[in-house]
């Protein structure tokens, strides 16, 4: 698979992204992205590698964003699905969402297919409050999970809640699914700290894990982790962060069909098989530089092929 690495900046579709929609609270998304590069790196170390090491790069991507992007300052408090319905939604008249699933293409999944995939599998009355997970619309944002050789996707944004900032919703798609079970889960996302159960959904087994308030960053904002391991073998991640869990604008069984949404097996059906199978990765041979693209590339040992990575 080809990658051009002249992409377009992300700051650039942030600024004028930022003219359309309120900006959300970048202190909390930038610590929630860092919390969670933190996490990445725990489960590519030691013994941690042997849990599921779902590579959500949006500690990259959001860190590279709200570095890059101009503040604008805190969004509206509003309430979303899954609130009391004595609360009430404003509704955002600039922004139109999708009505209909993207159509998916092996090779071609942009940052407009997976973030309007993620939009579409939202319940209806989400509001948007301001997209920041992709590098722009037409680039491809296909890449390789180093340790687990995996390809996969993933987006994030904010929607309204019932908070003063609103819920960050994070989701990556892996083409293979990574085993795992609550005791790692615990232990890698949630410091140990965290209360994790396992269910069964749709056939494919999901993992629970609520992390409380002051946990993992300063800010005080509780974490819900989500990893559902389809039945077919690829899997889905969502990351929900908010002031309280309360708060939280999806409900567990709005985030399990959100999860289990078929629109993400076509994009897990699309993504590449595993890459440098029988081979390893090196060290990144274009780390990014503070302010640029997070965006780096691996070497395989096998075919001497560069991939794509975080």
Known sequence: MSHNPEQPSLADVLEDAVTV??????????????RRGRQIKRRRTGAAVAGSTMALGTAGVLTFAL??????????AAASSGAPSAKVVSPSPTYIRPTAPPVIRSGEITGSVITDALEYALPQDSQVEMPVGGFGPTVNVEVVDS????????TAFTIKSSGPVGTTVAVSV???????????FNRNAG????????????????????????????????????EWFSPSGYETYVQLTDNTVADLALTKAQTDAVLTNQIFGEI?????????????????VDPPSPGQSPLQHVRCSSDGQLYPSY
Request: proline share 6%; aromatic share 8%.
């Open 21 to 34: 929609f309120e900006a959300p609270n970048t202190a909390r998304l930038h610590g929630a992205a860092v």
């Open 67 to 76: 570095t890059a992007a101009p503040s604008h300052g805190t969004a509206v």
């Open 147 to 154: 340790t687990t050789h995996t390809w996969y996707v993933q």
């Open 174 to 184: 892996n083409h293979t699914a990574q085993p795992d079970t609550c005791s790692s």
């Open 191 to 226: 410091s140990g700290e965290g209360t994790c159960t396992q269910s069964t959904v749709d056939g494919g087994k999901l993992l629970d894990e609520v992390v409380p308030s002051g946990v993992l960053d300063g800010t005080g904002n509780v974490y819900e982790y989500f």
């Open 268 to 284: 897990a059906q699309a993504l590449p098989a595993d890459a440098c199978v029988g081979g390893t990765f090196s060290s990144p």
